[in-house]
């Protein structure tokens, strides 16, 4: 299924997602396309590389990408659209049911 196939569904239908769980940084949210149930996730941190005079560390930063959005527990499938697109062309937009 593409990003515009599944955008156009999302738009016509309305659906609803629904938030599932959070683990390993990431949002998952659950949405109904064409009679089908597909999971994707949302990242929540970036891992950011800092160098400083001692070497460089590590560390985990918000995700710039959520910007002001709110995360509802129900929020329009319309709405997740920037996520779904990532989940699709990263191969997490999966069917789970």
């Known amino acids: 299924m593409t990003s515009n196939e599944v955008?156009?569904?999302l738009y016509k239908t309305k659906v609803m997602a629904k938030?599932?769980?959070?683990?390993?940084?990431?949002?998952?949210y659950n949405v109904i396309v064409n009679e089908?149930?597909?999971?994707?996730p949302i990242s929540t941190v970036t891992l950011e590389?800092?160098?400083?005079s001692e070497g460089?560390?590590?560390?985990y930063?918000?995700?710039?990408?959520?910007?002001?959005?709110k995360f509802h527990s129900e929020i329009k499938g319309s709405e997740l659209n920037r996520w779904i697109d990532?989940?699709?062309?990263?191969?997490?937009?999966?069917k789970i049911g």
């Open 61 to 69: 930063q918000l995700s710039a990408d959520l910007g002001t959005t």
């Open 36 to 40: 089908g149930l597909y999971e994707f």
């Open 7 to 9: 955008k156009k569904e």
């Open 19 to 28: 938030f599932s769980y959070y683990a390993y940084g990431k949002l998952y």
């Open 86 to 94: 990532k989940a699709i062309d990263a191969g997490e937009f999966i």
């Open 49 to 52: 590389q800092k160098r400083l």
């Open 56 to 59: 460089t560390i590590l560390g």
